[in-house]
Each structure stands twice: as structure tokens, then as C-alpha cells.
């Protein structure tokens, strides 16, 4: 694996160059100031630099007791594959530790990647989307019949 430089301060990253990182790895169009709020009012940070580029990041959300909510985990399509990804949520499970669970949604077909850093299935998981057609149409939400 490569030489890593970590940090968990939002104030060390370039937002443009957050949003690029979203952007390629393929991961949607983030908005430099949509990130803002985001990794902004998010509990845990966490960003991985090879050299002076910008090849990994994610965030949760948390109480500080309760629940916390791992999101917006992103490695860079050139450093894909070599254990980043896991990393940067082994990290952020770490900070998270003392929370009661630790939730996140995966991606149609991530599963057994996600099973494979300690997570389960959730039978009650439900949702409401700002776009739910959009989200039932990519296999995120589901409608019963």
C-alpha cells in the first residue's frame, strides 16, 4: 500500500479539490459548498493524501452516544483496490467506537465489501429520499407492493 499522509480536519482540505476527488472516483457531483456543511457539521473526518494529492475521504455523522452514521467514503479510481477504502472506514469505525451502532447504506452490490469490515444486514432500515423515484430506480429504496 502507498505512503499515506492522514488527517481528520476539514480546515487541511481544499474543497474544490474534494469535490474533484467525488467527482472521479465516481461518486456524483458534491458541490465545494454542499462539502462544507457537510464534513462541517459531521462529527468524525477523515482525508488521505498521497503526496500533495488529495486520494481519499469520508465523514460521520454521530451523537456521541447513541448512533453514528459513516458516509461519503471516497478513494480515488488510482489507489482503488489496495485496502484505502477499508482503511478510511476502519478509521472512522475507531473514532466512532463508543456509539451504540453505527450505521451506513451501502451501494447496490458493495455488501459483501462492507460484510467484510464487520457490518450487517438491517431488517427495519427505512427511508425517506429527496428524490425517491431516482433512488428506487438505482436500487437504493425499494416500494412494497
Given amino acids: 500500500m502507498g505512503n499515506y499522509a492522514w488527517s481528520h480536519r476539514l480546515e487541511d482540505v481544499d474543497l474544490e479539490e474534494l469535490s474533484r476527488l467525488y467527482r472521479i472516483a465516481p461518486l456524483g457531483d458534491k458541490p465545494p459548498e454542499r462539502l462544507a456543511t457537510v464534513f462541517g457539521n459531521s462529527r468524525f473526518t477523515c482525508f488521505v493524501r498521497a503526496g500533495d494529492t488529495l486520494v481519499g475521504a469520508g465523514r460521520a455523522l454521530a451523537d456521541g452516544a447513541d448512533c453514528a452514521y459513516i458516509a461519503d467514503v471516497a478513494v480515488h479510481p488510482a489507489h482503488q483496490g489496495q485496502g484505502l477504502g477499508s482503511d ?58
Fill in 88 to 145: 478510511i472506514i476502519r478509521r472512522l469505525l475507531e473514532l466512532a467506537r463508543d456509539h451504540k451502532k453505527i450505521l451506513l447504506y451501502a451501494s447496490p452490490g458493495t455488501e459483501p465489501f462492507y460484510r467484510k469490515l464487520g457490518f450487517l444486514p438491517m431488517n427495519t432500515a427505512m427511508a425517506v429520499w429527496a428524490d425517491p423515484d431516482r433512488a428506487v430506480d438505482i436500487g437504493l429504496l425499494r416500494r412494497e407492493p
